[in-house]
């Protein structure tokens, strides 16, 4: 920010607005970037510029930044009233129409549908109603809540808890007694050298049986993870992962959380990204692809188990004892309505399978000319490259050296948002992202590798072998 006016917006920023996720110092010194609007895949900042937006905002607006279709529909909502709730027996009418059509797609057989604002709410709503399920049945020990290294799963006290990135814990303290962490599946980085496929996944499975044993199976009550995790780092399970723990969970009476906040809604070339991975929850937790983001509205799917625990647990005629004023919000649940509609009549998962494989194999064919590109992975429209010293040792960067921060500042002067993660860049473009618009992300993303690849070769020295990205 050079020199801004004592008034200017910039200014103002610095003084008045704290930001999330942002470097307090950093910001202060170089301001922030203002956008201004939004024209389908596309936003421009206050000068003017326009930028290919391929992270979909927060991995969120799957409908692209000017869905007019959307506006009508919180405008319609807003026409009957601007609230209701649905606390103590009562509900907006929109609310059992969304409610309705969740369940319809839901892979969770006979689930109703939770509402909430955020998806740390709904992650931490599904911890709230896995206690009840426990305590319930007789069993009010089993508490303990294992998530995975490298899952994001929100920043509430509990959501960040769950959480495996130090980021989320450093300042606060966290996580909280009780929430544990299990590896995360990145062959790629986790896997031993000569590891197999099979192997690996088997000793995730026996490392996380022996967690389970260690800390005593009475004690724990659930796991949650990302079906594919996004800020994590864009990390697939490989095949079979999620069938192996599902085997050591039931096993021991724990029940499967899946965060589908990023991977629902078509993301990842399926309805919901458990459908993708071969995972099979108890709860799923939704938001962002929910509304596109175009208002806060999140929720929980439960299965007839954890319905029928909370029957049990209030059948003396208590309340469930947990809500938010705006669950199930009568604009939240109209847009959310339309943009489901939306889904459904552009087959959102076929146009994202056929996009998601021209981004991939776009993204491969210039890795292949690459000598910075260790991997590509990802399914449908969410789509990680890892940046690396050397592909063929898979030796990282020098973390001080920050090349995917360097790679985020060289696209954004190209006009590409893009997300660094570590070293890898992610992808995660609104799911109405088209032909010409997949090329041009592609034309950005070489340009700014080409520039990036420049300037790392000048510092062959900050190479450091066998380091994880993130
Ligand atoms: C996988 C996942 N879960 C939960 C959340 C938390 O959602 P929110 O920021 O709406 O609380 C996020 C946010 O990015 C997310 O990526």
Request: charged share 20%; proline share 6%; hydrophobic share 45%.
């Amino acid at each position: 920010m050079s020199n801004p006016k004592p008034n200017s917006a910039e200014a103002r920023d610095v003084l008045f607005h704290l930001h999330s996720q942002t470097n307090p110092g950093l910001h202060a010194e170089i301001g922030p970037l203002i956008m201004e609007r939004g024209e389908g895949v596309y936003v421009f900042d206050s000068h003017g510029k326009r930028y290919l937006e391929a992270m979909a905002g927060l991995w969120c607006t799957s409908l692209g930044f000017s869905e007019a279709r959307l506006k009508a529909a919180a405008a319609a909502a807003y026409d009957k009233f601007g609230f209701y709730h649905s606390f103590n027996h009562k509900t907006p009418d929109l609310a059992i129409d969304l409610a309705e059509q969740l369940v319809a797609l839901s892979p969770i057989p006979d689930a109703q549908a939770y509402f909430a604002t955020s998806g740390s709410e709904a992650t931490e709503t599904m911890v709230k109603l896995a206690w009840v399920y426990h305590a319930a049945r007789g069993r009010p020990a089993k508490r303990k809540i294992i998530a995975r290294d490298r899952g994001f799963h929100g920043s509430t006290i509990v959501a960040a808890s769950m959480c495996g990135l130090p980021r989320m814990h450093r300042e606060y303290g966290l996580p909280l007694p009780g929430f544990l962490h299990t590896h995360c599946p990145d062959a790629y980085r986790v896997s031993l050298p000569g590891e197999t496929e099979e192997a690996f996944t088997d000793r995730l499975a026996a490392d996380l049986e022996a967690m389970i044993l260690a800390e005593g199976p009475d004690t724990v009550a659930a796991f949650i993870a990302e079906p594919i995790n996004a800020g994590g780092g864009i990390i697939v399970p490989p095949r079979g992962y999620f069938a192996k723990i599902e085997a050591v969970l039931r096993r021991h009476d724990i029940l499967i959380l899946a965060d589908e906040v990023v991977c629902g809604f078509g993301r990842t070339g399926n309805w919901f990204g458990c459908q993708t991975v071969g995972m099979q929850p108890d709860m799923m937790a939704l938001a962002k692809g929910l509304s596109s983001s175009y208002f806060p509205i999140s929720a929980v799917l439960l299965g007839r188990p954890i319905r029928d625990a909370l029957a049990e647990m209030n059948k003396a005629g208590e309340l469930f004892g947990h809500g938010f004023t705006n669950s199930g919000h009568p604009v939240g649940a109209a847009v959310a309505l339309e943009t489901l509609r939306i889904y459904h009549e552009m087959d959102v998962v076929s146009h994202v399978r056929e996009m998601g494989a021209r981004l991939k194999a776009g993204l491969e064919a210039i890795a292949a000319r690459s000598d910075i590109v260790g991997q590509v992975r990802g399914e449908g429209l969410m789509i990680g490259v890892e940046l690396v010293a050397d592909p063929l040792t898979r030796a990282a960067f020098e973390p001080a050296l920050k090349v995917g921060a360097m790679f985020d500042a060289q696209a954004l002067q190209n006009g590409l948002i893009i997300r660094a993660m570590g070293d890898t860049i992610g992808f995660c473009p609104p799911l109405i992202i088209n032909a010409a618009e997949i090329d041009e992300t592609l034309d950005l993303f070489a340009r700014t590798l080409r520039t990036v690849e420049a300037q790392v070769q000048t510092h062959p020295s900050q190479i450091r072998p066998g380091q994880a990205a993130e």
